[in-house]
């Protein structure tokens, strides 16, 4: 143990890592190269053992959310408000043309379901992740817990959205072939450690889309 201590040090260098590189658009550094840098360290870590001694430390990681967290609740109650004074526009109010109103309704009501289900429901999760179990609680944390054995998930899936500021990063765990759970570094702060963390624990080397 005391010879892999001196290589094992290196194991913190990895939220570090990280965290230097996490806003690549401000450095030299692209996104793809980032990744693969990064993707090579944890392999690395996973090969000399260091990964698991990093992560023993680590038995408990619960996922933080960044402080823009609430520009998804402020859209989803602003179109709520919209779609209720549409709906009781079309009931009470016989001087708008049903046909506008709806199309109102209609527009509105897409961004509505985009908002709950694109958003709220898969990215704005809150994850606890244990030594062999994921607990997910969707819509902002306070959806019904779902608890997730790590063997279940056979890959994961990394990939990058751009943006007029950044360029985010997205990392989804697949079972059965569908996305089951999709962590991202624009809403969660520690974004880096619960990648570590999680694709540490995963067999499967994963894939790039």
């Known amino acids: 143990m005391a010879a892999d201590a001196p290589a094992c040090r290196q194991a913190g260098l990895f939220s ?25 360290f ?20 619960k996922s933080k959310f960044r402080y823009w967290i609430f520009l998804p609740a402020a859209l989803f109650i602003i ?46 999760v809150k994850v606890e992740l244990y030594e062999n179990e994921i607990i997910l609680s969707r819509y902002f944390g306070i959806g019904k817990k779902e608890v997730y054995r ?16 950044d360029t985010y990063e997205f990392l989804s765990l697949v079972s059965n072939g569908k996305k089951v759970i999709r962590l991202s570094s624009y809403y969660h702060k520690n974004y880096a450690d619960l990648k570590f963390a999680l694709i540490a624990r995963l067999k499967d080397p994963g894939q790039r889309l």
Do not use: M, Q
Not at 16 to 40: A, C, K, Y
Not at 42 to 54: D, P, R, T, V
Not at 94 to 123: M, N, S
């Open 42 to 61: 944890i392999h690395l870590a996973s090969a000399s053992g260091c990964a698991k001694i990093f992560l023993s430390k680590r038995v408990y990681l």
């Open 79 to 124: 179109v709520t408000g919209f779609l209720i004074f549409a709906i009781y526009e079309l009931t009470n109010n016989g001087d708008i043309h049903p046909a506008a109103v709806l199309a109102f309704i209609v527009f509105f009501g897409i961004i509505w379901i985009w908002i709950v289900f694109g958003e709220l429901r898969t990215k704005v």
């Open 150 to 165: 790590v063997p279940e998930f056979e890959k994961f899936e990394i990939s990058l959205v751009p943006s007029k500021y």
């Open 16 to 40: 570090t890592f990280f965290s230097l590189f996490g806003s690549s658009s401000r450095r030299r550094i692209t996104p793809d190269n980032r990744i693969n840098i990064e993707l090579l």
